[in-house]
T-cell receptor
Framework: KQEVTQIPAALSVPEGENLVLNCSFT??????LQWFRQDPGKGLTSLLL?????REQTSGRLNASLDKSSGRSTLYIAASQPGDSATYLC????????FGAGTRLTVKP | DGGITQSPKYLFRKEGQNVTLSCEQN?????MYWYRQDPGQGLRLIYY???????QKGDIAEGYSVSREKKESFPLTVTSAQKNPTAFYLC?????????????FGPGTRLLVL
């Protein structure tokens, strides 16, 4: 059974810092990996989808990488802003979709 | 605007009561899903449906029931058999069936027990 782990569970950084969120998974037989953002009490917003044949995807200040062989993905956020404060979840898509517990990010002004 | 709507935003359940959470989508997606989210945990799949009049149990289906009479609608009933229903419930949909498809999420319903 696929297990998805996100470390750290919480992260607090000053505004302007570059940061990395980590996601690891136990079964490398995946189709895609997706990163989501969740604001408190809200649904999930898709940030980036990486197909299994890709190594990375970029959108604005966000860059996500995927290393299937090692079962790892990272989400890099450049020049963080207070508006980036949210919980970030990764999800591994294979026969089904498995979510990590998320990293709660706080960016302090 | 296309999207997924969930209602109500908050729902209160009394002991022994069944309650139904609504999920509607106008994205013309075939597949729909229900997830439960507890604090500090990832989303867990309750039920999913790949096509009208068909649905499958997920990892934590006990105490829940669903129906899929219309493509647009996938209501979830939390029955009295669900002893710990307090959680945040998320509905999602995808273009095709389960496997390899990205999912689009609704805003969620928070269920609280009185």
């Amino acid at each position: 059974k696929q297990e998805v782990t996100q470390i750290p569970a919480a992260l607090s950084v000053p505004e302007g810092e570059n940061l990395v969120l980590n996601c690891s998974f136990t079964d490398s037989a995946i189709y895609n990996l997706q990163w989501f953002r969740q604001d408190p009490g809200k649904g999930l917003t898709s940030l980036l989808l990486i197909q299994s044949s890709q190594r990375e995807q970029t959108s604005g200040r966000l860059n996500a990488s995927l290393d299937k062989s090692s079962g790892r993905s990272t989400l890099y956020i450049a020049a963080s802003q207070p508006g980036d404060s949210a919980t970030y979840l990764c999800a591994v898509i294979a026969r089904d979709m498995r979510f990590g517990a998320g990293t709660r990010l706080t960016v302090k002004p | 605007d296309g999207g997924i709507t969930q209602s109500p935003k908050y729902l209160f359940r009394k002991e022994g009561q069944n309650v139904t959470l609504s999920c509607e989508q106008n994205l013309n997606h075939d597949a729909m899903y229900w997830y439960r989210q507890d604090p500090g945990q990832g989303l867990r799949l309750i039920y999913y449906s790949q096509i009208v009049n068909d649905f499958q149990k997920g990892d934590i289906a006990e105490g829940y029931s669903v129906s899929r009479e219309k493509k647009e609608s996938f209501p979830l009933t939390v029955t009295s058999a669900q002893k710990n229903p307090t959680a945040f419930y998320l509905c999602a949909s995808s273009i095709g069936g389960y496997g390899g498809e990205t999912q689009y999420f609704g805003p969620g319903t928070r269920l609280l027990v009185l």
